[in-house]
């Protein structure tokens, strides 16, 4: 807004018969002439349509400084004595005493070459003649800082300001940058502690399970010892020893009086036998 696109259209136009003296539409080289054309055409309709105004007669005054809001521009005009009516058309943010600066600059360029001439002559006459005294005045007050040191000054407050806007979301940006860093670490934290317990409890049921596989093999080669066991007869003799009644050694142990007993029992024996 500073330094393009400010001045857009300048004319000039009388109040007695309606009819637009001069027009000039100041643009870019980047605008194709369709738009040129397009744009220069909507500017003149606003043109006719304030000056054919059925309150112009009682609201326009001479000398008097007139600005309307027009979507995104802004439309200011003056009146002489002659009812010689003087427009420019700037952005919506072009200051309005610099838009009057802007016509001040039409007004003499055209009274003092013009003035009498642009009282009689025809619709759009005075385009050509003007075309080039309009885009030198529209080139020179399109550049705001060059024409206003108050601009210059907003200029320089709009810069700072927009370094000091960068630099605080810079901070924001590096704060909600800390802050994001933080969450994940907390989060990698919580994570890991989340881990940890599940080992944990990974670890614990992976000991349990292996300590009832043992012991269920264990079970299993205890059943297959006992089997085998059985099988071999051990515990079969082991039984029948236990319900053999054990032998004294003193039954089988002869006592010298058994042993003469018995002699004398062998020799009656044989006695008889002799008789």
Same mark, same amino acid.
């Given at each position: 807004?500073?330094?393009?696109?400010?001045?857009?259209?300048?004319?000039?136009?009388?109040?007695?018969?309606?009819?637009?003296?001069?027009?000039? /539409?100041?643009?870019?080289?980047?605008?194709?002439?369709?738009?040129?054309?397009?744009?220069?055409?909507?500017?003149?309709?606003?043109? &006719?349509?304030?000056?054919?105004?059925?309150?112009?007669?009682?609201?326009?005054?001479?000398?008097?400084?007139?600005?309307?809001?027009?979507?995104?521009?802004?439309?200011?005009?003056?009146?002489?004595?002659?009812?010689?009516?003087?427009?420019?058309?700037?952005?919506?943010?072009?200051?309005?005493? /610099?838009?009057? $600066?802007?016509?001040?600059?039409?007004?003499?360029?055209?009274?003092?070459?013009?003035?009498?001439?642009?009282?009689?002559?025809?619709?759009?006459?005075?385009?050509?003649?003007?075309?080039?005294?309009?885009?030198?005045?529209?080139?020179?007050?399109?550049?705001?800082?060059?024409?206003?040191? /108050? &601009?210059?000054?907003?200029?320089?407050?709009?810069?700072?300001?927009?370094?000091?806007?960068? &630099?605080?979301?810079?901070?924001?940006?590096?704060?909600?940058?800390?802050?994001?860093?933080?969450?994940?670490?907390?989060?990698?934290?919580?994570?890991?502690?989340?881990?940890?317990?599940? &080992?944990?409890?990974?670890?614990?049921?992976?000991?349990?399970?292996?300590?009832?596989?043992?012991?269920?093999?264990?079970?299993?080669?205890?059943?297959?010892?006992?089997?085998?066991?059985?099988?071999?007869?051990?515990?079969?003799?082991?039984?029948?020893?236990?319900?053999?009644?054990?032998?004294?050694?003193?039954?089988?142990?002869?006592?010298?009086?058994?042993?003469?007993?018995?002699? $004398?029992?062998?020799? $009656?024996? $044989?006695?008889?036998?002799?008789?």
């Amino acid at each position: 807004m500073l330094t393009r696109n400010n001045i857009k259209f300048l004319a000039i136009a009388r109040a007695t018969d309606k009819v637009i003296v001069a027009c000039y /539409l100041h643009s870019s080289d980047s605008i194709s002439s369709r738009d040129r054309k397009a744009d220069l055409t909507l500017f003149k309709e606003m043109l &006719s349509k304030v000056i054919r105004a059925p309150m112009w007669t009682s609201q326009v005054v001479p000398d008097g400084r007139n600005s309307l809001e027009c979507d995104s521009n802004k439309f200011h005009f003056t009146m002489t004595n002659d009812e010689l009516v003087f427009a420019a058309i700037t952005c919506k943010e072009y200051p309005v005493r /610099l838009a009057f $600066q802007v016509i001040n600059a039409v007004q003499r360029v055209v009274v003092s070459t013009y003035g009498s001439k642009a009282l009689t002559c025809a619709e759009n006459e005075l385009d050509g003649d003007c075309t080039q005294p309009f885009a030198a005045i529209a080139t020179t007050y399109n550049d705001l800082i060059k024409q206003d040191k /108050l &601009s210059e000054v907003l200029s320089q407050v709009h810069d700072v300001q927009t370094i000091m806007c960068d &630099s605080i979301h810079m901070a924001l940006s590096n704060t909600e940058k800390l802050e994001v860093v933080e969450q994940k670490t907390n989060d990698l934290t919580e994570q890991a502690k989340v881990f940890c317990n599940s &080992s944990r409890k990974l670890h614990h049921h992976v000991w349990w399970k292996h300590f009832k596989l043992v012991l269920v093999l264990l079970f299993i080669a205890l059943l297959i010892l006992l089997l085998i066991l059985t099988t071999l007869g051990v515990f079969t003799n082991r039984s029948s020893a236990e319900n053999t009644p054990a032998l004294n050694a003193t039954t089988f142990r002869p006592t010298h009086l058994d042993t003469y007993a018995h002699l $004398q029992k062998k020799q $009656q024996q $044989q006695q008889q036998q002799q008789k």
